[in-house]
């Protein structure tokens, strides 16, 4: 099982809000999976659930285009930095 990490939920949402910001006209849901590796029927849940939190907002309910918000691009941001240094205080505290 080498190379294969379980990614947590919160770091799957993330993906999915770092693919979706990459795209601020709007990304279809087929390219957002193929971006995060996960298969349409659990990203539209989890899309949905983004959605319900003011995260993302649904462009086109036909084609289901999404954009991330403002909110959703602050919460991106403040949640890699913390990722950074919870990783890094993680690596410093093994040495002592």
Same mark, same amino acid.
């Given at each position: 099982?080498?190379? =294969?990490?379980?990614r947590?939920?919160?770091?799957l949402y993330a993906? $999915?809000?770092? %693919?979706?910001?990459?795209?601020?006209e709007?990304?279809r849901i =087929?390219?957002?999976?193929?971006g995060?590796? %996960?298969? $349409?029927?659990?990203?539209r849940?989890?899309v949905?659930?983004?959605c319900?939190?003011?995260?993302? =907002?649904?462009?086109?309910d036909e084609?289901a285009y999404?954009?991330?918000t403002?909110?959703?691009?602050e919460f991106?941001?403040?949640?890699w930095?913390m990722k950074g *240094?919870?990783?890094? *205080?993680?690596?410093?505290?093994?040495? *002592?």
């Amino acid at each position: 099982m080498r190379g =294969t990490a379980k990614r947590s939920k919160t770091d799957l949402y993330a993906t $999915i809000l770092e %693919v979706v910001r990459r795209y601020p006209e709007g990304v279809r849901i =087929t390219r957002m999976s193929y971006g995060v590796g %996960v298969p $349409i029927d659990r990203l539209r849940v989890m899309v949905d659930n983004l959605c319900s939190c003011g995260l993302v =907002t649904k462009l086109d309910d036909e084609d289901a285009y999404y954009r991330a918000t403002p909110r959703g691009v602050e919460f991106l941001e403040t949640y890699w930095k913390m990722k950074g *240094f919870l990783d890094a *205080f993680g690596d410093s505290s093994r040495t *002592f």
